[in-house]
């Protein structure tokens, strides 16, 4: 079992930043996938940001390349998205997800979930 809380979340204007951290707690952690997906106000959950624990390969989807950085802190064991320039149409609901097997994009691929945090960019 694998527990996944995340924070950091909040209220921010345009243009600005904001930093999401996910601790997650279980066994075995080492040799899940970690992603960041997010669902925004009448649309489905889709796939944010991606990475291992061992090796730190990235995966991030077009909309949020070269804004957001996926990373992790193996000591601690949390995964962080930073996300730089925010528009409007990043508000969502930010999710953390574990994957035993799958290391895409597809919701489905992912076993364990948080409770999301709200992501709120005013224009």
């Known amino acids: 079992q694998v527990q996944l809380a995340e924070s950091g979340g909040g209220l921010v204007q345009a243009g600005g930043s904001l930093r999401l951290a996910c601790v997650c707690t279980?066994?075995?952690?080492?040799?899940?996938?970690m992603a960041w997906f997010r669902q925004g106000p009448g649309k489905e959950r889709e796939f944010v940001a991606g990475?291992?624990?061992?090796?730190?390969?990235?995966k991030y989807a077009d909309a949020v390349k070269d804004r957001f950085a996926i990373s992790r802190d193996y000591v601690e064991s949390t995964i962080y998205l930073k996300m730089n320039d925010l528009k409007p149409e990043d508000t969502a609901v930010y999710y953390c997800?574990?994957?035993?097997?799958?290391?895409?994009?597809?919701?489905?691929?992912?076993?364990?979930w948080g409770q999301g945090t709200q992501v709120t960019v005013s224009s």
């Open positions: 997800a574990a994957s035993r097997v799958g290391a895409g994009s597809a919701v489905g691929e992912y076993d364990y």
């Open positions: 990475t291992n624990w061992v090796g730190g390969n990235t």
């Open positions: 279980g066994r075995s952690l080492s040799s899940h996938h």
